[in-house]
């Protein structure tokens, strides 16, 4: 062994072990000190910033396949009352909220309603369902020519709610406009469609 190699391994045997040292110990502190205040400051951020996220999707389905129509001598006629539909379509919106806090009516700025808008008239509001069962708190307010409109209201959190509509016609879009504040609204993809 060389002098100092020896005398370097006498200098480490007399200072012990690296837990017994004073400054281990004091640059331990400085970083779980460190951590704790990076934890802290996220945590207030989570807490003072809460993410609100509206996910909407769009599915359309044909109430008699189109190959299906001309099958027959008879004329398969649909009518809603009165009136006759030429190519009836169910149209569902499904609206989900998908963040950590509840969406309320207060995120609807100035009142204003979500719109709904596929290009063509809804004949009419079909169903409504929501999951859970009591989660209702978003209305339609009415529908026509200019598609639907639904009033502000409170989807709470992990609740959605899905629209049945029916129309006259293949939707040539399918659009949901919003006037809501601090939150990030989102469309699902893919959209489903068929016949």
């Known amino acids: 062994m060389t002098p100092t190699l020896a005398a370097a391994i006498d200098v480490v045997t007399a200072a012990g072990p690296f837990w017994s040292n004073e400054t281990f110990w004091a640059a331990a502190g400085v970083v779980v000190g460190a951590g704790a205040a990076a934890g802290g400051m996220y945590a207030t951020h989570r807490a003072a910033f809460p993410k609100r996220r509206l996910v909407y999707s769009f599915s359309s389905s044909s109430l008699v396949q189109r190959h299906q129509r001309n099958i027959s001598a008879n004329v398969l006629h649909i009518r809603l009352g009165e009136r006759e539909l030429h190519n009836p379509r169910l ?17 609807f700025d100035q009142g204003e309603p979500l719109r709904i808008d596929l290009g063509l008239p809804v004949v009419e509001l079909v169903s409504m369902a929501a999951e859970p069962p009591s989660a209702l708190g978003l209305s339609p307010d009415g529908w026509g020519d200019h598609g639907m409109t639904i009033r502000p209201g409170r989807l709470g959190t992990g609740e959605a709610i899905t629209y049945t509509l029916l129309v006259d016609g293949d939707p040539s879009f399918y659009r949901l406009t919003h006037s809501l504040v601090d939150v990030k609204v989102k469309e699902k993809f893919p959209r489903k469609t068929d016949g």
Do not use: Y
């Open 91 to 107: 149209v569902g919106l499904r609206l989900e909220n998908t963040g950590r806090r509840d969406i309320s009516s207060a995120q």
